[in-house]
């Protein structure tokens, strides 16, 4: 291979479209976009396609046949052989008429020569095909010069040296750094990318320069070229002018274009320029008629106000404000502000729009948040509320009354003090609250006061530290309070804790820090504390047997849950509820007869649902029949035992025959467990006379 072409040989990058590559996007990506990329179908070479005419930024989306559409014929292109000494005379027309030549090794093409890269190459040579290239150079009307890679000078064409006004002997040799600008040649040399259309003037001549680098096939710096076109001052002058008139017609297109209206004041509020939008009723007078009149003066009668021109001239910054004219409408004026070459406001921009549709829109819309935002919190309430009822089985306006309490609860973190007769559900309760809290992610945990000796509830609560009593962890152990931390902690059965305890529980309450037995440190807990109890606190408060000021730090939110007995509406769901939970348990499918929930329903549950629990636990276990009757559930009730109890309807009867079963009931009841007619009569409250008569009258029935 010559080493001519060695030198200035570009490896070919191909992309096969029959059949079609399945990476050729990437051939894009990778290749630098003054790069040449060749099409081929079924092997053969089609065209080639130039980077640089392609749009970088749709690359990605860029289809097979839209990549066709770049694509130059191979027809005109030249051929040069790997071993060819020289280049043949007619080659030189072929150059010039396309971008590149491709080179051949036999029959395979092996790469492609630039047109730049083979014209300075045969600049450089001293033969006949050489010197008609010169000629031919000679001719062309812009100036030529080149330079080696260190940026001296070592061909031009006569064009160029008239332009400068020199001569070869002048400049061949010599550093280009002398004829031409020195930044945009470092700058070249260093980045190795072309720098186009430089404007340079001096006192005798006025020239437009192109700065393009010659690279060899690894991009390796070769030398420079400098095309350099005539550019008399007037001609750059007239062109300017040109220019700068091009511009103010597109302002005045943009401006007249725009939505709102547009005003140009210098700074000293003198009026220079607008455009052509008016907003209805915003002007009293056609702003033609302001042109050069001052914003202040204006202000002054009423036209204007000048607020924002004030603002924007004493912090030199743009501003935007809301003003209402004094026709009733609300307009948002922007000001900014442009400077001159010395950091001065030179000129203000002030937009003005009318908002005042958009400000009642906005008020609307604002009060449509407020409603939707209503609206959510009350679904959410509602929401909340069925999935309670799911947890906590009721009907009854009593436990309704409550319920409402604990939704109301789930948006705070407020202290609860839940009082009960023992077996009502506050530990369900409890549980409702966290479950459904602001705290529903955070620890639950519960401590029975009344179960834990006094000695050892402090450090169960508190904690200790290492070495705080003996038998104590080598570690030491953080109390409920700790582990309860940013959670809920309940304070079962409260009334229970001592009154040397209850001064600390105070301090939690008041002070949220707690101090570990055996330790002086205090340590800060943030636990939403819920109390229950079975007992009277408001009594023991008067006996003062409860601290009554811890009574009012725990009594912050009051719940009382009713008794089974004051909400007998509760008593056959909940009977039923936990009957299915026993056969599913057990895989059973036992009922209740509607005389047995009658039962069920009228006895006063001492023992409140912890003992209808345990009674339908009880009947599950001891009935033979799938159906659970009333003669069952009167066993296990002991109805009639206390004078306690009411007596039991099962039916609709007339009130004389109800007063008799009655009478027979009680009688024959009381002679059974007293066994004389004195003591039946004593309970009773009856005379003898009348239990012996009616003993025997029902004896005989």
């Known amino acids: ?108 093409y092996i790469g492609y020569i630039r047109r730049e890269d083979l014209l300075v190459e045969l600049l450089r040579l001293e033969d006949g095909n050489t010197n008609f290239l010169k000629v031919i150079l000679s001719s062309i009307p812009m100036g030529i010069f080149i330079s080696d890679n260190h940026g001296i000078i070592v061909n031009s064409n006569e064009a160029g040296i008239r332009m400068i006004k020199s001569s070869y002997q002048e400049i061949s040799g010599t550093p280009a750094k002398k004829w031409f600008n020195n930044d945009h040649i470092d700058t070249v040399l260093d980045t190795k990318k072309k720098i186009l259309n430089q404007i340079q003037i001096d006192d005798e001549t006025g020239i437009l320069v192109d700065y393009i680098p010659i690279l060899d096939s690894k991009e390796n710096l070769d030398g420079l070229i400098f095309v350099v076109q005539d550019l008399p001052k007037v001609e750059e002058m007239a062109m300017e002018i040109e220019h700068i008139k091009n511009l103010n017609d597109d302002l005045n297109t943009i401006l007249s274009t725009m939505y709102d209206d547009i005003l140009v004041i210098n700074n000293k509020g003198d009026i220079l320029r607008f455009n052509n939008q008016f907003t209805a009723g915003l002007w009293d007078e056609d702003l033609k008629n302001l042109i050069g009149q001052n914003l202040f003066n204006l202000e002054v009668k009423g036209y204007f106000n000048a607020e924002i021109l004030r603002l924007v001239l004493k912090k030199g910054d743009k501003v935007s404000i809301v003003q209402e004219l004094r026709q009733g409408k609300n307009i948002l004026t922007v000001g900014n502000p442009v400077f001159d070459d010395h950091g001065e406001v030179h000129r203000i921009v002030i937009a003005l729009r009318d908002i005042t549709e958009t400000t009642q829109l906005k008020s609307e819309l604002d009060e449509t948040k407020k409603l939707t935002h209503r609206y959510k919190q009350e679904l959410e309430r509602l929401r909340n509320l069925e999935s309670m009822n799911h947890d906590v089985i009721y009907c009854s306006a009593a436990m309704e009354q409550v319920m409402l309490k604990v939704n109301k609860l789930a948006e705070f973190h407020s202290t609860v003090l839940i009082t009960g007769e023992s077996g009502v559900g506050k530990e369900v309760i409890t549980r409702t609250i966290h479950k459904y809290g602001r705290r529903a992610n955070k620890p639950f945990l519960s401590i029975n006061c009344g179960a834990i000796p006094e000695d050892l509830l402090e450090s169960e609560l508190f904690g200790y530290v290492k070495g705080a009593f003996t038998g104590a962890h080598n570690q030491g152990k953080k109390g409920y309070f700790q582990q309860a931390h940013q959670g809920v902690l309940v304070l079962d059965e409260i009334g229970e804790v001592s009154q040397n305890l209850q001064v600390k529980l105070l301090r939690v309450l008041q002070e949220g820090e707690i101090i570990p037995v055996g330790s002086s440190q205090p340590v800060s807990v943030d636990v939403q504390i819920i109390a229950t109890t079975n007992k009277d606190l408001d009594k023991m408060v008067r006996e003062g047997r409860f601290r009554e000021d811890l009574y009012y730090r725990i009594n912050v939110i009051p719940i009382t849950v009713p008794p089974l007995r004051e909400r007998t509406e509760d008593i056959p769901l909940l009977a039923y509820h936990f009957l299915q939970k026993l056969n599913t348990k057990y895989e059973k499918t036992y009922y209740f007869s509607p005389d047995a929930l009658n039962l069920l329903e009228v006895y006063s549950w001492p023992g409140n649902i912890r003992e209808l629990q345990n009674i339908i636990e009880r009947l599950v276990v001891t009935t033979e029949e799938q159906v659970i009757s009333a003669d069952s559930v009167k066993t296990l009730l002991r109805l009639g035992e206390s004078g306690k109890h009411q007596p039991i309807i099962t039916d609709i009867i007339p009130l004389d025959e109800a007063q008799t079963s009655v009478e027979e009931q009680l009688i024959a009841l009381a002679m059974k467990k007293y066994k004389t007619t004195t003591k039946a009569a004593e309970a009773l409250n009856i005379s003898q006379s009348a239990v012996s008569r009616k003993y025997k009258k029902h004896q005989q029935n």
């Open 1 to 108: 291979m010559s080493n001519w072409v060695k030198n200035k040989l570009h490896p070919l990058v191909v992309i096969s479209m029959t059949p079609e590559d399945d990476h050729w996007r990437d051939y894009l990506q990778y290749n630098h976009s003054d790069a040449f990329v060749f099409l081929e179908r079924n092997g053969t070479l089609d065209s080639y396609i130039y980077l640089r005419d392609l749009d970088w930024d749709h690359v990605d989306d860029l289809t097979m046949d839209e990549l066709y559409n770049h694509a130059h014929t191979l027809e005109n292109v030249g051929v040069i052989h790997a071993n060819q000494p020289e280049v043949p005379f007619t080659f030189l027309f072929q150059i010039l008429g396309e971008p590149l030549a491709l080179v051949k090794d036999n029959d395979s």
